[in-house]
């Protein structure tokens, strides 16, 4: 009879195949604008216009839009058209009632770069606005059918991008920069993951060495190591990576060393017990009695004994070492140019998302963070019983 492995094996090997080829599969940056800033899931429906898009080329000079919403947030039109010889060509723009506006133009040969921007002071110059008025009434003054065209010369290569930014997106929105939430979300779970299973393990190393060196030499040195570890217990975490991170920076390598040095403590002492307790068997006086070196005793005979113990401790360490990120990013103390859960969070906060009621800035990471976290304590349990199966009657009740 197959045994099914328990929930968490499960979900912790899904969320690693979604942080390994998710990102792949995006079609654009994390870092674009796709929509209005805070705009809600498609699905939650609304008499928000959807976001537009659409090509203008040689062989399609014209693009015609069917709206039937207010006139959108903004509008933005981008490429560059090849012409060959002398040629004269504008970029006009159609209303419903039949006005027309010239929004580029062009005569010459070559190549013609188009960055048109309806926010731009130079893009409302051309339509003969004040600079801090709005274009996008003045284009969508009405629903019905709005045109945009090539009229002149027809290019013979290169093609112009139209985009207008819709009042919804995705599935699960933007964030106050336009930025699909989704694509930030998924970003998200690398970071986690790396900065959660990284600094646990620098984290063990460190403990494991120190603990079983501790506890087997015993004496002066464990006294020492373990006077250490009572001040480092007894000092709070927060302030001082506060300060540390200040002090050293905000990259995301060096908030992994910052957690896994204020983390080893618990690991050593667990360690230590632990050799304490093997230190004195018939076995490693055995060893000892024939010449073993200590470093051969710790290495052949300790270390094996400790790994079901640290694999525990590792699996329970990892959603410590995630919330301390995430807590960090928060308080915004991680690098701005790295996108995680706890990011997230800390920009939905700043820029107002809790009381602009824009849930979908903060319930995903939330959400995130608290699913790794009971994903790795299960982990950590279930190598605990593996350890010690006399464990699963008492943690199952």
């Not at 792949?24 to 928000?48: I, N």
């Not at 133009?105 to 130079?122: A, E, V, Y």
């Not at 284009?139 to 059918?145: A, H, K, T, V």
């Not at 920009?347 to 608290?370: D, K, N, R, V, Y």
Request: proline letters at 7%; glycine letters at 12%.
């Amino acid at each position: 009879m197959i045994k099914i492995p328990r929930w968490s094996f499960i979900t912790f090997f899904l969320i690693l195949v979604i942080a390994v080829f998710a990102p792949m599969g995006l079609s654009r940056s994390p870092q674009e604008t796709v929509a209005k800033p805070f705009a809600p899931p498609a699905w939650t429906g609304g008499d928000a216009p959807p976001p537009f898009s659409a090509v203008l080329s040689p062989s399609q000079g014209i693009v015609v839009l069917d709206w039937e919403w207010e006139a959108p947030e903004n509008i933005s039109i981008k490429g560059e058209l090849v012409f060959e010889g002398y040629s004269v060509s504008k970029l006009v723009w159609t209303t419903p009632d039949g006005r027309t506006f010239t929004l580029a133009s062009f005569q010459g040969s070559g190549k013609w770069p188009l960055d048109l921007d309806g926010r731009d002071i130079t893009f409302k110059t051309a339509l003969g606005i004040p600079p801090l008025a709005n274009a996008l009434p003045l284009l969508f003054p009405s629903r019905g059918e709005h045109r945009v065209s090539i009229e002149g010369d027809i290019p013979s290569g290169g093609s112009l991008n139209l985009t207008l930014p819709g009042g919804k997106w995705g599935l699960m929105g933007t964030d106050q920069r336009g930025r699909d939430v989704l694509a930030l979300f998924i970003m998200g779970i690398r970071v986690s993951l790396l900065v959660g299973i990284s600094a646990t393990l620098l984290a063990s190393f460190f403990g494991l060495s120190i603990g079983l060196t501790s506890g087997y030499l015993g004496g002066v040195v464990d006294s020492l190591v373990m006077r250490t570890v009572d001040v480092l217990l007894s000092i709070p975490v927060l302030p001082i990576l506060m300060v540390i991170v200040g002090i050293w920076g905000k990259g995301l390598w060096q908030l992994v060393i910052i957690l896994g040095l204020f983390s080893w403590m618990g690991t050593a002492r667990t360690v230590r017990s632990l050799a304490l307790s093997l230190r004195e068997s018939c076995y490693v006086e055995n060893l000892r009695s024939i010449g073993a070196s200590p470093w051969y005793i710790l290495y052949r005979h300790l270390l094996p004994e400790a790994m079901p113990v640290l694999l525990a401790t590792i699996s329970l360490g990892v959603p410590g070492a995630i919330l301390a990120e995430a807590g960090l990013s928060f308080l915004g103390l991680s690098d701005p140019r790295v996108i995680s859960w706890g990011r997230m969070l800390h920009e939905a906060h700043g820029f107002g998302a809790f009381t602009a009621g824009a849930w979908w800035l903060i319930i995903p990471p939330g959400i995130g963070i608290s699913i790794i976290c009971l994903v790795f304590l299960d982990m950590g349990r279930s190598i605990e019983e593996m350890a010690d199966p006399r464990l699963k009657g008492s943690l199952r009740q």
